[in-house]
């Protein structure tokens, strides 16, 4: 699973527990299975001040309104990117030690005067063609290792050249160790220990501002309950 899937199922993991303490406090104190805000009974509604063009008063549950915050906090939205560039910069670091692919094509050519008839001819002429393709890859202990191969085409106007064009291939397997600097497992993962550190913590700064969204947004349902209802008690004791 991807780390954006995981950011967006800790939104749903943070509201779980809410969600069961809600239906828990339910069976304790005798309450509704669900729990919502709705509204003021007539008699104490006529007792507030109407204001005109106001939107009506809506029912909302306790899901509905953690889910709500969660989706429109401007703090939690900002933290939730941090993760997914700091996983960047993990994949940057890990792709030090990746294959790398190369390929590599060159032609030389050189005129030689004849100075002599053992020059042979009047005017030489030699075109060199030569190809090399291969992998190259560091390991974390520091050793690079160098795979290729090449070919080389060589043309010659040469009256003494057994064949006018000759080809040539050849394989080469090169390996390279340092043996001051870059040297060891601990100097090589340096990069992405720091990167992995950066992930760990930007991904738990995210999880700690979820938490703090949902705890606010629980406490300010209840407390909105509480008060609404605490409402209702009055102005039925007043009847």
């Given at each position: 699973m991807s780390r954006?899937?995981?950011?967006?199922?800790?939104?749903?993991?943070l509201a779980a527990p809410a969600l069961h303490a809600q239906s828990n406090e339910a069976d304790v104190h005798d309450l509704p299975a669900e729990r919502t805000l709705r509204p003021l009974a007539p008699s104490a509604a006529d007792r507030v001040e109407r204001v005109p063009d106001a939107p009506e008063t809506a029912s909302i549950s306790l899901e509905q309104a953690l889910v709500s915050a969660l989706e429109r906090n401007l703090d939690l939205r900002v933290e939730s990117h941090a993760p997914l560039l700091r996983e960047a910069d993990l994949?940057?670091?890990?792709?030090?030690?990746?294959?790398?692919?190369?390929?590599?094509?060159?032609?030389?050519?050189s005129i030689q005067q004849g100075s002599s008839q053992l020059a042979g001819g009047n005017t030489v002429q030699q075109i060199v063609d030569q190809m090399r393709t291969g992998v190259r890859k560091t390991g974390l202990l520091g050793t690079s290792y160098d795979v290729a191969v090449g070919g080389r085409r060589t043309a010659s106007n040469s009256s003494f050249a057994n064949q006018r064009v000759q080809y040539a291939t050849d394989v080469t397997l090169t390996v390279t160790q340092p043996l001051l600097r870059n040297l060891g497992f601990a100097v090589n993962r340096t990069d992405i220990e720091v990167a992995e550190t950066g992930l760990d913590q930007a991904y738990y700064t995210f999880q700690n501002v979820a938490i703090d969204v949902v705890t606010r947004t629980e406490k300010a349902y209840w407390d909105l309950v509480f008060a609404r209802e605490n409402q209702e008690i009055q102005a039925d004791s007043l009847r």
């Open positions: 954006r899937s995981h950011l967006m199922a800790l939104i749903a993991v994949t940057l670091a890990r792709s030090r030690f990746d294959p790398v692919g190369f390929w590599r094509l060159s032609r030389q050519r």
